[in-house]
């Protein structure tokens, strides 16, 4: 279905099912997830769109919910845009993930992909904040095990091969910030789909590439 109160119980069942990577209790992951777009019916939101998420945070301190569930839902939203703040509670840090893998899931399902630089639905905002949360907490995780969670199904032929591609070619343009395009390269020519696992590799590469040995070390693996 299409509705938001759709959309909460997703986020509700898949932040419950995330917990246990981000090391969040799944029952307070489960009531983030849930109660995470409940302050979007308020007129409150609606006239300040800006306060989603922290409307949501006081309803539920009203109503005598439990600290890390009133600041898992003001936290979900982050990050907003590139360098914000990232979420601190491990709930928040669940219902996050589970929020933007429900919007990428969801719109490839149905084919919604963004073309050129047009993104109306946020998709690369979306995927951006799902990585850096992903390396940002050291979740261990291959990034097909996350589309595999959603409540969608992948559109017919492929799988999620063209969701999967899209989100490793934002964490290419990610680790090519801070390292060299021929060692961001060479690492994801690997085929790992970790993006914790792939930083990594590519902080070991960079420390190697330094090293007065690696010249010689190239040369042999080239001639092998």
Known sequence: GGTMA???QRLGTLAQALAGLV???????HTVGTLSKADLSTQM???FP???GHVGRLLAQLQGQDSEVCLGIEEHYLPRYAGDTLPTT???RAAALADRIDTLTGCFSLGLKPKGSADPLGLRRAANGLLVILRDAKVTTDLDALWERSSFDPPNGNGWADLQSFVMARLRAQLQEQF??????????????NPVALEARAEAMNTLS????????KTTFKRV
């Open 210 to 217: 330094s090293s007065a040995d690696f010249g010689p070390i």
């Open 50 to 52: 800006k306060l989603q």
């Open 180 to 193: 060299d395009t021929e060692l961001v390269d060479a690492v994801l020519a690997t085929g790992d789909t």
């Open 23 to 29: 090391g969040a209790d799944a029952q307070t992951a």
């Open 45 to 47: 939101v609606g006239e």
């Open 90 to 92: 491990a709930s928040g």
């Open 6 to 8: 759709d959309k909460a």
